[in-house]
């Protein structure tokens, strides 16, 4: 029997989980659940059912999509897995008008510029093993009900499209964690992982807001944590790393073509996660 491509269900959850820990990303099930009930992606399986190879894309909004967790096994890699299901993921976004945009790790951008990804702008995963610091700043309080009208507005000007289905997702993952600002300013969310609990999306009208709803979040729950913090906030990055954390790998935020990112950069400090967005 050969190896077979084929689209990913939930039947493949466990083989998805084995990709996400043989490349030490922080995906859980529950992240594998929610992403392949926001898009749909494709597997390659060897011969005896080992999924050796994924991609997976997720539609925001009708005008443009998310390539994410484009992984292959270590022991299966440089036998083109990855090129050949990118290949699929842009085919299929190209066939519904969809523009492709991705967040790149260093290992992947250069892949990635060979498919016409062009780079847009620059994030940090920054890590906690111990740290959780307290509060700074007033004016955060947690997201209720009455709150998803005016988040939904701003995350649209940030992101660029709606995603209110991964946001009310989100908001479930860890509720002490989803705060807003009293004044309407900012929101943040967050999430446990295989690894670490993920803190993301910051939302925010102005660095202030953001420092002082991440500071909240980071108190309410415990390490270790990954934040990702974007490149135009330094004086975030700067707190946190005096807070304790340390700076574990980049990230670029990469479009297929020459259109600029979508959405309002300056509104991002932090991102939910480079394969969500």
């Known amino acids: ?12 959850l466990a083989g998805c989980l084995a990709l996400s820990q043989s490349a030490n990303w922080n995906q859980n ?8 009930s926001l898009g749909h992606g494709w597997g390659i399986s060897l011969a005896d059912g080992t999924l050796a190879a994924s991609t997976l894309v997720l539609p925001y909004g009708g005008r443009f999509a998310w390539v994410s967790m484009v992984l ?20 299929d976004l190209q066939s519904k008008k969809l523009l492709p945009l991705l967040d790149a790790t260093p290992a992947g951008r250069e892949v990635y510029r060979h498919e016409g990804f062009q780079d847009r702008w620059a994030f940090s995963r920054l890590a906690s093993k111990g740290v959780s610091p307290s509060p700074a700043g007033g004016g955060v309080r947690p997201l209720e009900e009455d709150d998803w009208r005016w988040i939904l507005e701003l995350d649209r000007a940030a992101f660029g499209a709606s995603r209110e289905r991964l946001l009310r997702a989100l908001a479930k993952r860890i509720p002490a964690a989803a705060l807003v600002s009293e004044e309407k300013k900012g929101f943040v969310l967050g999430r446990e992982g295989r690894e670490a609990r993920q803190v993301g999306p910051v939302v925010a009208s102005d660095e202030q807001t953001a420092m002082a ?13 990954y934040v990702d913090v974007a490149g135009h906030a330094p004086a975030l990055r700067e707190w946190l790393e005096g807070c304790g954390f340390w700076f574990q790998r980049p990230f670029t935020r990469m479009v297929r073509g020459d259109e600029p990112a979508p959405g309002e950069e300056r509104l991002v400090y932090c991102v939910a996660g480079p394969e969500l967005g």
């Open 1 to 12: 029997m050969e190896n077979t491509e084929h689209r990913l269900g939930a039947e493949h």
């Open 29 to 36: 099930e529950a992240d594998w659940r929610l992403m392949l």
């Open 72 to 91: 292959v096994l270590p022991e299966q890699r440089r036998q083109g897995y990855a090129s050949s299901l990118l290949r699929v993921a842009i085919a």
């Open 213 to 225: 709803l991440l500071s909240h979040a980071l108190s309410a729950i415990e390490p270790p944590v």
